[in-house]
């Protein structure tokens, strides 16, 4: 079956604030058809990440896909991992800030502070156990989709509202 546009919830949701529960198991038919679900919603949405508590469901799984994009020009290319159970397992002391957006608070760019380098546990959709390290821009995007699972958002990460700004003033400060 093809993946399915699935409604991406936004903020005041309250389920995106549920701490998402762990899978069992990465294979079962309901997890892989929610995987190609979110990679398929993901990428009609110009993300470069997607979690599943953002389309209502509070499974551990997360996509995470750097690629350029309308919304992240400057994103590096990777092809989309689902990470299933995603456990940070080292962060870097150094940390980095830089501008984030989410799928689900449309319009709205915040600079986050997030850790450089992060070693990362998780099963793959195949359900076998990986372990990998991240740098920077993909580093971040995982950091902000394993927040989706314990229930928090990008806005709960910055250090003032003053670095919070517009999609359209964002714009002009990457594209300029
Ligand atoms: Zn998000």
């Known amino acids: 079956m093809s993946a399915m546009q699935l409604e991406v919830l936004q903020l005041g949701n309250p389920k995106l604030r549920r701490t998402a529960r762990p899978v069992e198991d990465p294979t ?7 995987i190609d679900d979110l990679i ?3 990428g009609q949405a110009n993300g470069v990440g997607i979690a599943a508590p953002q389309v209502g469901i509070d499974w551990q799984v997360v996509i995470v896909a750097s690629r350029p994009t309308l919304r992240y020009p400057h994103a590096p290319h990777m092809d989309p991992i689902a990470m299933i159970n995603p ?3 080292d962060i870097s002391a ?3 800030k ?4 989410c799928l689900s608070v449309p319009g709205i760019r915040g600079l986050v502070p997030r850790a450089s380098t992060i070693s990362v ?3 793959d ?3 076998h156990a990986q372990q990998e390290i991240f740098h920077d821009f993909v580093a971040r995007i995982i950091q902000h989709e394993c927040d989706h699972l ?3 958002v990008f806005l709960d990460r910055v250090e003032s509202t003053r670095e919070l700004i517009t999609e359209n003033e964002y714009h002009k400060l990457v594209l300029s």
């Open 87 to 89: 456990q940070l397992t």
């Open 121 to 123: 546990e998780y099963q």
């Open 40 to 42: 398929g919603t993901m």
């Open 98 to 101: 830089d501008w984030e957006g």
């Open 94 to 96: 150094e940390q980095v």
């Open 150 to 152: 314990q229930g928090y």
């Open 28 to 34: 079962s038919r309901e997890i892989q058809s929610l």
């Open 125 to 127: 959709r195949k359900g």
